[in-house]
């Protein structure tokens, strides 16, 4: 087994998940955890101005080795926190070597299998080593392959001083599965110039454009009274909750979108007659787009304040993050490299748009271009989430490269 592999291992050990709706950074205090655990493992590789901020952040830097002018700081950043989807507590893995296209047993006890026949990315690891869960549990290479990716470059930058870069930052952050993963990052203190994310899912993913993300709250105010006396009396916040969902474009949802197509999506609804709370997310590529999905969920609710009363419908709306794509345009050069690096490692770049968001998106406009490279995943946020150790050890060379290529780029 490969170093890379053995560092994710360890890592997917630790329960990290983080929950939604808590008002603390970290949202659970166990992502420290692994905090702790990687703050040691960077001080015992000899890393400079290692620490772990209150809110769980770790940094450290790797200075650089040579005098060349111009030379950017450049980070790389992953995150620590497992989704709340599905389970990161007692994670068992095995690994599948020299898989052979066929059907993956994870659990015989509970007869749980994951096959090409459902999920056709599999057929593209035939001959590699793969590594999945018991089928009980997610696996966590969103992000910890990443966390494990990065960690290996370190150590090799660290082991090899006669490998020339400029200086190095590495950043692990909380909470970027419940959105809230740059909330506390210290740009400034990080002390990269640019970045790259190492968030990304199937090796060859290189991504810099990502939805512009908005989050809707709507409160129905209903009138509640005996069914047996409710005519012209009785307004049932559940229906009128359906007739402003249906007031929405009935194509523009998940289900029914792909590539640069936007869409509205009922994340969550809970009441009764007398009140219900419903939860959107808004999401569109294009900016303008995504302001008009805005304004007519505004006027939506406007419409059933006029007809129903005022104060009948509340929406609360507010901005998540925006296309990572307009910050990104100024410093093309590191797609550029990204791209190169891929090719030189032997990856065929796969350049799409993020239908979701990334730290990177924030990050970017928070003054650090940050787009998001692959880690080799697959079926993140779910128990059929599997990863090729080939693909971690590819990426790992992808990084080395970045690094080179940066140095170089800036001896034109």
Known sequence: MT????????????????????EQ???TEKQKNLGNLLKEELEALGVSRVRMSSHGYVYGEIPANTDKAGVPALGFIAHMDTSPAASGANVKTQIVKNYDGGSILMNREL?????????????????QDLITTDGTTLLGADDKAGVAEIMELASWLMAHPEFPHGKICIGFTPDEEVGRGSDFFDVEDFGADVAYTVDGGAIGELEY???????????????????????????????????????????????????????YHLDDMKGGVEHCVMKYIIRDHDMEKFQAKKRLMEQAASYMNAK???????????????????????????????????????IQPKVTPIRGGTDGARLSYMGLPCPNLCTGGHNFHGRFEYISIQSMEKIVEMLKNIVKLTLESNRK
């Open 3 to 22: 170093s890379v592999a053995e560092r994710f291992l360890r890592y997917v050990d630790i329960d990290t998940q983080s929950m939604d709706d808590q």
């Open 209 to 263: 454009e990502n939805f512009n993300a908005a989050s809707a709250a709507v409160t129905i105010n209903g009138v509640s009274i005996h069914t047996g006396s409710a005519r012209g009396k009785m307004k049932n916040a559940l229906l009128l909750g359906m007739e402003l969902h249906n007031l929405l474009p009935v194509f523009e949802n998940p289900a029914c979108t792909d590539g640069y197509e936007g869409f």
């Open 308 to 346: 129903y009363g005022e104060g009948t419908v509340v929406l609360e709306m507010k901005d998540s993050y925006f296309n990572m794509l307009e910050k990104i345009k100024p410093h093309f050069e590191l797609i550029d490299i990204a791209r190169q690096a891929m090719e030189d490692a032997g």
């Open 25 to 27: 950074v970290p949202s």
């Open 111 to 127: 007869n749980i299998s994951m096959g090409p026949e459902d999920y056709e990315d599999l057929a593209d690891y035939i001959g």
